[in-house]
Protein backbone atom coordinates (compact mmCIF):
# COMPACT_ATOMS: atom_id res chain seq x y z
CA UNK A 1 0.00 0.00 0.00
CA UNK A 2 1.12 3.57 -0.59
CA UNK A 3 1.16 5.56 2.70
CA UNK A 4 1.18 9.56 2.80
CA UNK A 5 2.91 10.93 5.93
CA UNK A 6 1.81 14.66 6.54
CA UNK A 7 4.17 16.69 9.20
CA UNK A 8 7.93 14.45 9.69
CA UNK A 9 7.97 15.29 13.65
CA UNK A 10 8.15 12.70 16.24
CA UNK A 11 5.47 10.68 15.16
CA UNK A 12 4.79 10.94 11.95
CA UNK A 13 9.42 10.41 11.53
CA UNK A 14 8.43 7.08 13.24
CA UNK A 15 4.57 6.10 11.69
CA UNK A 16 6.39 6.40 8.30
CA UNK A 17 9.46 3.82 9.38
CA UNK A 18 7.00 1.66 11.10
CA UNK A 19 5.67 1.27 8.11
CA UNK A 20 8.62 0.87 6.30
CA UNK A 21 9.51 -1.94 8.54
CA UNK A 22 6.26 -3.82 7.83
CA UNK A 23 6.89 -3.64 3.58
CA UNK A 24 5.17 -0.59 2.53
CA UNK A 25 6.78 2.30 0.29
CA UNK A 26 5.85 5.69 2.14
CA UNK A 27 6.03 9.30 1.49
CA UNK A 28 6.63 11.85 4.19
CA UNK A 29 5.49 15.11 3.54
CA UNK A 30 6.91 18.19 5.16
CA UNK A 31 6.68 21.98 4.74
CA UNK A 32 9.98 22.67 6.31
CA UNK A 33 12.82 22.25 4.22
CA UNK A 34 15.34 22.47 7.36
CA UNK A 35 13.70 19.25 8.27
CA UNK A 36 13.46 17.55 4.66
CA UNK A 37 17.20 17.78 4.13
CA UNK A 38 17.99 15.98 7.10
CA UNK A 39 15.41 13.40 6.50
CA UNK A 40 16.34 13.42 2.66
CA UNK A 41 19.89 12.66 3.82
CA UNK A 42 19.09 9.86 6.68
CA UNK A 43 19.89 12.16 9.46
CA UNK A 44 17.21 12.86 12.01
CA UNK A 45 17.00 16.65 13.10
CA UNK A 46 15.67 15.64 16.70
CA UNK A 47 17.21 13.70 19.48
CA UNK A 48 15.76 9.78 19.53
CA UNK A 49 17.38 7.15 19.96
CA UNK A 50 17.55 3.86 17.21
CA UNK A 51 15.28 5.78 15.12
CA UNK A 52 18.06 7.11 12.99
CA UNK A 53 19.48 3.99 12.25
CA UNK A 54 16.15 2.99 10.70
CA UNK A 55 15.81 5.86 8.71
CA UNK A 56 19.35 5.75 6.98
CA UNK A 57 18.69 2.50 6.08
CA UNK A 58 15.25 2.85 4.44
CA UNK A 59 16.22 6.37 2.83
CA UNK A 60 19.08 3.83 1.38
CA UNK A 61 16.84 1.58 0.47
CA UNK A 62 14.01 3.97 -1.28
CA UNK A 63 11.26 2.59 0.78
CA UNK A 64 10.84 6.35 2.29
CA UNK A 65 11.02 9.88 0.48
CA UNK A 66 10.36 12.82 1.45
CA UNK A 67 8.94 15.70 -0.14
CA UNK A 68 7.33 19.11 0.02
CA UNK A 69 5.10 18.92 -3.21
CA UNK A 70 1.80 18.48 -1.50
CA UNK A 71 -0.04 18.16 -4.73
CA UNK A 72 1.87 14.88 -6.17
CA UNK A 73 2.37 13.36 -2.57
CA UNK A 74 -1.60 13.53 -2.29
CA UNK A 75 -2.25 12.76 -6.02
CA UNK A 76 0.11 9.75 -5.62
CA UNK A 77 -0.77 8.01 -1.96
CA UNK A 78 -3.98 5.70 -0.91
CA UNK A 79 -3.67 6.30 2.51
CA UNK A 80 -2.92 9.38 4.38
CA UNK A 81 -1.66 9.48 7.82
CA UNK A 82 -2.32 13.06 9.45
CA UNK A 83 0.39 13.97 11.97
CA UNK A 84 0.68 17.54 12.32
CA UNK A 85 1.11 19.38 15.68
CA UNK A 86 -1.82 20.25 17.25
CA UNK A 87 -0.83 22.93 19.87
CA UNK A 88 -2.02 24.46 22.25
CA UNK A 89 -4.09 28.30 22.57
CA UNK A 90 -4.05 30.62 24.86
CA UNK A 91 -7.52 29.19 26.25
CA UNK A 92 -6.12 25.78 26.84
CA UNK A 93 -7.84 24.35 23.86
CA UNK A 94 -6.25 22.51 20.81
CA UNK A 95 -5.45 24.63 17.21
CA UNK A 96 -6.68 23.20 14.50
CA UNK A 97 -5.37 25.32 12.01
CA UNK A 98 -2.18 22.84 10.45
CA UNK A 99 -5.21 20.12 10.36
CA UNK A 100 -7.04 22.08 8.59
CA UNK A 101 -4.53 23.36 6.28
CA UNK A 102 -4.15 19.82 5.46
CA UNK A 103 -7.25 18.31 5.19
CA UNK A 104 -8.01 21.48 2.75
CA UNK A 105 -4.84 20.23 0.22
CA UNK A 106 -6.08 16.79 0.40
CA UNK A 107 -9.39 17.74 -0.51
CA UNK A 108 -7.92 20.15 -3.27
CA UNK A 109 -5.97 17.42 -5.33
CA UNK A 110 -7.45 14.20 -4.47
CA UNK A 111 -8.18 12.05 -7.62
CA UNK A 112 -8.78 9.08 -6.70
CA UNK A 113 -10.75 7.51 -3.68
CA UNK A 114 -8.84 8.04 -0.42
CA UNK A 115 -8.40 6.88 3.20
CA UNK A 116 -7.55 9.85 5.31
CA UNK A 117 -6.21 9.30 9.06
CA UNK A 118 -5.75 11.32 12.01
CA UNK A 119 -2.95 10.51 14.22
CA UNK A 120 -2.49 13.63 15.42
CA UNK A 121 -4.08 14.55 19.17
CA UNK A 122 -7.44 16.19 18.07
CA UNK A 123 -10.64 17.03 20.36
CA UNK A 124 -13.73 15.24 19.92
CA UNK A 125 -15.54 15.89 16.78
CA UNK A 126 -12.63 16.34 14.69
CA UNK A 127 -13.36 13.23 12.16
CA UNK A 128 -16.10 15.32 11.17
CA UNK A 129 -14.43 18.54 10.90
CA UNK A 130 -12.25 17.35 8.63
CA UNK A 131 -14.40 15.06 6.36
CA UNK A 132 -16.56 18.88 6.02
CA UNK A 133 -12.87 20.48 5.55
CA UNK A 134 -12.02 17.63 2.81
CA UNK A 135 -15.30 17.60 0.66
CA UNK A 136 -15.60 21.61 0.78
CA UNK A 137 -12.34 21.91 -1.27
CA UNK A 138 -13.09 19.24 -3.52
CA UNK A 139 -14.05 20.34 -6.91
CA UNK A 140 -16.01 16.84 -8.06
CA UNK A 141 -16.69 14.61 -5.26
CA UNK A 142 -14.62 11.72 -4.93
CA UNK A 143 -15.17 9.12 -2.40
CA UNK A 144 -12.89 9.06 0.60
CA UNK A 145 -13.07 7.68 4.31
CA UNK A 146 -12.05 9.17 7.45
CA UNK A 147 -10.41 7.68 10.68
CA UNK A 148 -9.21 8.32 13.84
CA UNK A 149 -6.18 6.33 14.50
CA UNK A 150 -4.42 8.12 17.63
CA UNK A 151 -0.45 7.56 18.30
CA UNK A 152 0.48 6.41 21.74
CA UNK A 153 4.59 6.50 21.47
CA UNK A 154 6.49 8.41 23.91
CA UNK A 155 9.62 10.53 22.79
CA UNK A 156 12.90 8.72 23.91
CA UNK A 157 11.36 5.28 23.41
CA UNK A 158 9.37 6.25 20.25
CA UNK A 159 10.61 2.72 18.56
CA UNK A 160 10.07 0.81 20.60
CA UNK A 161 6.48 2.30 21.74
CA UNK A 162 5.38 2.39 18.22
CA UNK A 163 6.89 -1.56 17.09
CA UNK A 164 4.71 -3.11 20.13
CA UNK A 165 2.07 -0.88 21.34
CA UNK A 166 -0.21 -2.08 24.06
CA UNK A 167 -3.13 -1.01 21.97
CA UNK A 168 -4.18 0.03 18.59
CA UNK A 169 -7.41 2.51 18.55
CA UNK A 170 -9.72 2.64 15.22
CA UNK A 171 -12.07 4.49 14.99
CA UNK A 172 -14.30 5.00 11.91
CA UNK A 173 -17.31 4.72 10.43
CA UNK A 174 -16.78 3.35 7.01
CA UNK A 175 -16.46 -0.74 6.98
CA UNK A 176 -13.83 -0.33 3.82
CA UNK A 177 -11.60 1.71 6.20
CA UNK A 178 -12.08 -0.73 9.05
CA UNK A 179 -10.80 -3.11 6.50
CA UNK A 180 -7.80 -1.54 5.39
CA UNK A 181 -6.95 -0.25 8.53
CA UNK A 182 -6.88 -4.03 9.90
CA UNK A 183 -4.56 -5.59 7.12
CA UNK A 184 -2.37 -2.11 7.36
CA UNK A 185 -1.70 -3.47 10.79
CA UNK A 186 -2.05 -6.98 11.10
CA UNK A 187 1.42 -7.57 11.46
CA UNK A 188 1.19 -6.12 15.46
CA UNK A 189 0.80 -8.61 18.38
CA UNK A 190 -1.93 -6.10 20.54
CA UNK A 191 -5.53 -5.82 21.00
CA UNK A 192 -7.09 -3.56 17.94
CA UNK A 193 -9.80 -1.44 19.68
CA UNK A 194 -12.60 -0.73 16.79
CA UNK A 195 -14.76 2.37 17.67
CA UNK A 196 -16.22 4.54 16.21
CA UNK A 197 -14.37 8.24 16.02
CA UNK A 198 -15.81 10.38 19.11
CA UNK A 199 -15.07 7.32 21.06
CA UNK A 200 -11.18 6.87 19.26
CA UNK A 201 -10.69 10.85 20.02
CA UNK A 202 -11.91 10.93 23.30
CA UNK A 203 -9.40 7.76 24.25
CA UNK A 204 -6.51 9.62 23.59
CA UNK A 205 -6.96 12.56 25.64
CA UNK A 206 -8.69 10.59 28.33
CA UNK A 207 -5.36 8.31 28.81
CA UNK A 208 -3.23 10.82 28.54
CA UNK A 209 -4.97 12.85 31.29
CA UNK A 210 -5.18 9.33 33.53
CA UNK A 211 -1.75 9.32 33.52
CA UNK A 212 -0.85 12.51 34.19
CA UNK A 213 -3.31 12.83 36.99
CA UNK A 214 -1.53 9.44 38.54
CA UNK A 215 1.63 11.68 38.70
CA UNK A 216 -0.01 14.84 39.93
CA UNK A 217 -1.66 12.71 42.69
CA UNK A 218 1.84 11.35 43.35
CA UNK A 219 3.29 14.78 43.54
CA UNK A 220 1.07 16.31 45.94
CA UNK A 221 0.79 13.27 47.64
CA UNK A 222 4.58 13.25 47.98
CA UNK A 223 4.12 16.64 49.88
CA UNK A 224 2.36 15.50 52.15
CA UNK A 225 4.65 12.33 52.42
CA UNK A 226 7.36 15.13 53.18
CA UNK A 227 5.45 16.88 55.91
CA UNK A 228 5.47 13.10 57.74
CA UNK A 229 8.77 11.86 57.28
CA UNK A 230 8.39 9.20 54.41
CA UNK A 231 9.91 8.14 51.31
CA UNK A 232 6.98 8.69 48.84
CA UNK A 233 9.36 6.26 46.56
CA UNK A 234 8.31 3.54 48.73
CA UNK A 235 4.65 4.55 48.53
CA UNK A 236 4.22 4.67 45.54
CA UNK A 237 6.66 1.00 45.35
CA UNK A 238 3.79 -0.22 47.43
CA UNK A 239 0.63 0.49 45.97
CA UNK A 240 2.29 0.30 42.20
CA UNK A 241 1.94 -3.64 43.30
CA UNK A 242 -1.12 -3.47 43.57
CA UNK A 243 -2.02 -4.49 39.63
CA UNK A 244 -5.29 -2.89 39.51
CA UNK A 245 -3.18 0.54 40.58
CA UNK A 246 0.22 -0.44 38.45
CA UNK A 247 3.64 0.58 39.29
CA UNK A 248 4.16 3.34 36.40
CA UNK A 249 3.65 7.06 36.18
CA UNK A 250 4.18 7.45 39.92
CA UNK A 251 7.37 8.85 40.29
CA UNK A 252 7.20 11.84 42.22
CA UNK A 253 9.29 15.08 40.35
CA UNK A 254 8.80 18.32 39.45
CA UNK A 255 5.83 17.24 37.81
CA UNK A 256 5.11 16.46 34.11
CA UNK A 257 6.12 18.28 30.60
CA UNK A 258 6.59 18.06 26.95
CA UNK A 259 4.57 18.56 24.18
CA UNK A 260 1.88 16.45 24.46
CA UNK A 261 0.33 16.12 28.50
CA UNK A 262 0.08 20.28 29.49
CA UNK A 263 -1.60 20.39 26.06
CA UNK A 264 -3.76 17.59 26.01
CA UNK A 265 -5.29 18.12 29.67
CA UNK A 266 -5.79 21.51 28.99
CA UNK A 267 -7.62 20.61 26.00
CA UNK A 268 -9.69 18.21 27.66
CA UNK A 269 -10.48 20.43 30.31
CA UNK A 270 -11.58 22.87 27.84
CA UNK A 271 -14.08 20.28 25.65
CA UNK A 272 -15.79 19.52 29.11
CA UNK A 273 -16.15 23.39 30.08
CA UNK A 274 -17.33 23.71 26.53
CA UNK A 275 -19.86 20.79 27.29
CA UNK A 276 -20.95 22.40 30.46
CA UNK A 277 -19.39 19.41 31.96
CA UNK A 278 -16.43 20.40 33.72
CA UNK A 279 -13.64 18.27 34.85
CA UNK A 280 -12.58 19.40 38.25
CA UNK A 281 -10.07 16.27 38.61
CA UNK A 282 -8.00 17.02 35.90
CA UNK A 283 -8.53 20.95 36.79
CA UNK A 284 -6.73 20.27 39.84
CA UNK A 285 -4.20 17.70 38.05
CA UNK A 286 -3.27 21.17 36.56
CA UNK A 287 -3.10 22.86 39.58
CA UNK A 288 -0.70 20.58 41.12
CA UNK A 289 1.70 20.56 38.39
CA UNK A 290 2.23 23.85 38.14
CA UNK A 291 3.29 24.32 41.55
CA UNK A 292 5.77 21.20 41.76
CA UNK A 293 8.49 23.21 40.70
CA UNK A 294 7.87 26.41 42.94
CA UNK A 295 7.75 23.49 45.75
CA UNK A 296 11.49 22.55 44.96
CA UNK A 297 12.42 26.37 45.01
CA UNK A 298 10.85 27.26 48.27
CA UNK A 299 13.56 24.19 49.46
CA UNK A 300 16.06 25.73 47.91
CA UNK A 301 15.38 28.93 49.60
CA UNK A 302 14.88 28.05 53.24
CA UNK A 303 18.23 25.62 52.78
CA UNK A 304 20.24 29.14 51.60
CA UNK A 305 18.60 31.73 54.25
CA UNK A 306 15.46 32.46 52.82
CA UNK A 307 16.08 34.20 49.38
CA UNK A 308 18.04 33.44 45.90
CA UNK A 309 19.28 36.80 45.53
CA UNK A 310 22.76 36.45 43.46
CA UNK A 311 22.90 32.92 44.85
CA UNK A 312 24.69 30.36 42.22
CA UNK A 313 22.79 27.71 41.51
CA UNK A 314 23.99 24.76 39.12
CA UNK A 315 21.26 22.70 37.20
CA UNK A 316 21.43 19.34 35.44
CA UNK A 317 19.52 18.52 32.47
CA UNK A 318 16.79 21.09 30.28
CA UNK A 319 15.05 18.33 28.27
CA UNK A 320 11.49 17.86 29.87
CA UNK A 321 12.25 14.25 30.28
CA UNK A 322 15.60 11.84 29.42
CA UNK A 323 16.35 10.44 26.29
CA UNK A 324 15.11 13.35 24.34
CA UNK A 325 15.78 16.86 23.33
CA UNK A 326 12.72 18.20 23.36
CA UNK A 327 11.96 21.01 25.83
CA UNK A 328 8.71 21.53 25.28
CA UNK A 329 6.79 22.57 28.52
CA UNK A 330 9.99 21.27 30.72
CA UNK A 331 9.49 21.41 34.19
CA UNK A 332 13.68 22.16 34.48
CA UNK A 333 12.73 25.53 32.25
CA UNK A 334 9.92 26.07 34.45
CA UNK A 335 11.99 26.34 37.43
CA UNK A 336 14.98 27.70 35.70
CA UNK A 337 12.90 30.55 34.73
CA UNK A 338 11.74 31.16 38.60
CA UNK A 339 15.10 31.06 39.56
CA UNK A 340 16.15 33.98 37.35
CA UNK A 341 12.77 35.42 38.22
CA UNK A 342 14.16 35.68 42.25
CA UNK A 343 17.64 36.84 40.87
CA UNK A 344 19.67 33.81 40.96
CA UNK A 345 22.77 33.34 38.87
CA UNK A 346 22.18 30.27 36.62
CA UNK A 347 24.52 28.00 35.21
CA UNK A 348 23.15 24.69 33.53
CA UNK A 349 24.07 21.36 31.48
CA UNK A 350 22.49 18.84 29.40
CA UNK A 351 23.77 16.07 27.52
CA UNK A 352 21.72 16.94 24.29
CA UNK A 353 20.02 20.03 24.85
CA UNK A 354 21.70 23.89 23.79
CA UNK A 355 20.19 26.74 24.90
CA UNK A 356 20.94 30.17 24.11
CA UNK A 357 22.49 32.59 27.14
CA UNK A 358 20.95 35.00 28.78
CA UNK A 359 21.48 37.50 31.56
CA UNK A 360 22.56 35.50 34.80
CA UNK A 361 21.90 32.40 32.43
CA UNK A 362 25.10 30.34 30.91
CA UNK A 363 25.33 27.04 29.63
CA UNK A 364 28.23 25.22 30.12
CA UNK A 365 29.54 21.73 28.35
CA UNK A 366 31.07 19.83 31.54
CA UNK A 367 29.53 19.18 34.86
CA UNK A 368 32.69 20.06 36.10
CA UNK A 369 32.08 23.66 35.19
CA UNK A 370 28.53 23.99 35.89
CA UNK A 371 29.18 22.79 39.37
CA UNK A 372 32.14 25.08 40.21
CA UNK A 373 31.17 27.22 42.60
CA UNK A 374 27.63 26.93 42.93
CA UNK A 375 25.74 27.20 46.51
CA UNK A 376 23.12 24.60 44.86
CA UNK A 377 22.67 21.74 42.52
CA UNK A 378 19.42 20.88 40.85
CA UNK A 379 18.76 17.54 38.91
CA UNK A 380 16.57 19.04 36.68
CA UNK A 381 16.06 15.98 34.26
CA UNK A 382 16.66 12.60 35.19
CA UNK A 383 19.14 11.48 32.58
CA UNK A 384 21.18 8.03 33.70
CA UNK A 385 24.72 9.87 33.20
CA UNK A 386 24.31 12.04 36.08
CA UNK A 387 23.73 8.73 38.18
CA UNK A 388 26.69 7.63 37.60
CA UNK A 389 28.76 10.63 37.93
CA UNK A 390 31.71 10.89 40.55
CA UNK A 391 29.95 12.87 43.36
CA UNK A 392 33.20 12.33 45.01
CA UNK A 393 34.86 14.97 43.09
CA UNK A 394 32.13 16.93 42.41
CA UNK A 395 31.58 18.19 46.11
CA UNK A 396 34.75 19.67 46.56
CA UNK A 397 34.43 22.04 43.46
CA UNK A 398 30.95 23.21 44.89
CA UNK A 399 31.05 26.35 47.16
CA UNK A 400 27.49 24.57 48.75
CA UNK A 401 27.10 20.71 49.02
CA UNK A 402 23.71 21.02 48.50
CA UNK A 403 21.85 18.68 46.26
CA UNK A 404 17.94 19.49 45.44
CA UNK A 405 16.47 16.35 43.35
CA UNK A 406 14.05 17.33 41.38
CA UNK A 407 13.41 13.88 40.00
CA UNK A 408 14.53 11.55 43.17
CA UNK A 409 16.87 9.92 41.16
CA UNK A 410 19.91 9.81 42.92
CA UNK A 411 21.08 7.18 45.81
CA UNK A 412 20.50 9.15 48.52
CA UNK A 413 22.70 7.20 51.25
CA UNK A 414 25.71 7.28 48.44
CA UNK A 415 25.67 11.25 48.40
CA UNK A 416 25.13 11.97 51.94
CA UNK A 417 28.12 9.71 52.56
CA UNK A 418 29.98 11.51 50.65
CA UNK A 419 29.16 14.36 52.81
CA UNK A 420 26.54 16.15 50.59
CA UNK A 421 23.07 17.86 52.43
CA UNK A 422 20.79 15.98 50.00
CA UNK A 423 16.95 16.64 49.48
CA UNK A 424 14.33 15.06 47.10
CA UNK A 425 10.49 14.95 46.69
CA UNK A 426 9.73 12.96 50.13
CA UNK A 427 13.05 11.10 49.10
CA UNK A 428 13.81 10.46 52.39
N1 LIG B 1 5.50 14.00 20.26
C1 LIG B 1 4.94 12.88 20.70
O1 LIG B 1 5.56 12.09 21.40
C2 LIG B 1 3.52 12.56 20.36
C3 LIG B 1 2.70 13.46 19.69
N2 LIG B 1 1.40 13.16 19.43
C4 LIG B 1 0.56 14.09 18.69
O2 LIG B 1 0.94 14.01 17.31
C5 LIG B 1 0.89 15.29 16.68
C6 LIG B 1 2.25 15.63 16.08
O3 LIG B 1 3.18 15.72 17.14
P1 LIG B 1 4.75 15.88 16.86
O4 LIG B 1 5.20 14.84 15.91
O5 LIG B 1 5.41 16.02 18.18
O6 LIG B 1 4.73 17.30 16.12
P2 LIG B 1 5.93 18.16 15.53
O7 LIG B 1 5.58 19.57 15.81
O8 LIG B 1 7.24 17.61 15.96
O9 LIG B 1 5.82 17.89 13.94
C7 LIG B 1 4.75 18.31 13.14
C8 LIG B 1 5.27 18.52 11.73
O10 LIG B 1 4.21 18.86 10.84
C9 LIG B 1 4.71 19.74 9.85
N3 LIG B 1 3.60 20.41 9.17
C10 LIG B 1 2.77 21.39 9.63
N4 LIG B 1 1.88 21.72 8.68
C11 LIG B 1 2.12 20.95 7.61
C12 LIG B 1 1.52 20.82 6.32
N5 LIG B 1 0.47 21.56 5.96
N6 LIG B 1 2.03 19.93 5.46
C13 LIG B 1 3.10 19.17 5.80
N7 LIG B 1 3.69 19.24 7.00
C14 LIG B 1 3.21 20.12 7.89
C15 LIG B 1 5.64 20.65 10.62
O11 LIG B 1 6.57 21.30 9.78
C16 LIG B 1 6.31 19.64 11.57
O12 LIG B 1 7.50 19.12 11.03
C17 LIG B 1 0.38 16.24 17.77
O13 LIG B 1 -1.01 16.33 17.66
C18 LIG B 1 0.76 15.55 19.07
O14 LIG B 1 -0.09 15.90 20.12
C19 LIG B 1 0.86 11.95 19.77
C20 LIG B 1 1.61 11.01 20.42
C21 LIG B 1 3.01 11.24 20.74
O1 LIG C 1 0.52 12.00 23.48
C1 LIG C 1 1.71 12.03 23.56
O2 LIG C 1 2.43 12.82 22.96
C2 LIG C 1 2.44 11.07 24.44
O3 LIG C 1 2.52 11.68 25.76
C3 LIG C 1 3.24 10.92 26.72
O4 LIG C 1 4.58 10.68 26.30
P1 LIG C 1 5.76 11.77 26.49
O5 LIG C 1 5.17 13.14 26.64
O6 LIG C 1 6.73 11.52 25.40
O7 LIG C 1 6.50 11.42 27.86
P2 LIG C 1 6.17 10.61 29.19
O8 LIG C 1 7.17 9.55 29.36
O9 LIG C 1 4.75 10.22 29.28
O10 LIG C 1 6.46 11.73 30.28
C4 LIG C 1 5.69 12.92 30.36
C5 LIG C 1 6.15 13.75 31.53
O11 LIG C 1 5.77 13.13 32.76
C6 LIG C 1 6.90 13.02 33.62
N1 LIG C 1 6.73 11.82 34.47
C7 LIG C 1 6.47 10.61 33.91
C8 LIG C 1 6.28 9.50 34.69
C9 LIG C 1 6.33 9.61 36.08
O12 LIG C 1 6.16 8.64 36.85
N2 LIG C 1 6.58 10.82 36.62
C10 LIG C 1 6.78 11.94 35.84
O13 LIG C 1 7.00 13.04 36.39
C11 LIG C 1 8.09 12.94 32.68
O14 LIG C 1 9.28 13.30 33.33
C12 LIG C 1 7.66 13.94 31.61
O15 LIG C 1 7.95 15.26 32.01
C13 LIG C 1 2.55 9.54 26.86
O16 LIG C 1 3.28 8.73 27.78
C14 LIG C 1 2.46 8.83 25.51
O17 LIG C 1 1.76 7.60 25.65
C15 LIG C 1 1.72 9.74 24.52
O18 LIG C 1 1.68 9.16 23.24
Redesign the pocket.
Known amino acids: MKILIVGTGY ?1 GTTTGLIFCEMGHQVTGLDLDDHKLQALKAGKLYFYEPGLEELLSRHVAAKNIYFTKNTKKAVKENDIIFICVGTPMETDGSANLTYVKNVAESIGKYMNKSKIIVTKS ?1 VPVGTAELVEKWVSGKQATPIRFDVVSNP ?6 SALQ ?1 ALNPDRIIIGTKSEKARKIMKELYKDFHCPIVITNPKASEMI ?1 YA ?2 SF ?2 M ?2 SY ?2 ELARLCDALNINVNEVSKGIGLDTRIGP ?14 PK ?1 VNALIQTAKEQGKPLSILESVVKVNEKQPIYIIEKIKQALGGNLINKKIAVLGLS ?2 AN ?1 DDTRE ?2 SLRLIDRLLAEQAQVKVHDPVVKIAARPSLVQLQSVEETVAGAEALVIGT ?1 WDEYKVLEWVNLKPLMAHPYIFDG ?1 NMLDKRMVTNIGFYYEGIANH
Open positions: VTEFLREGDKANLAKIINQFLRAGMGYGGSCFDFKTSPDR
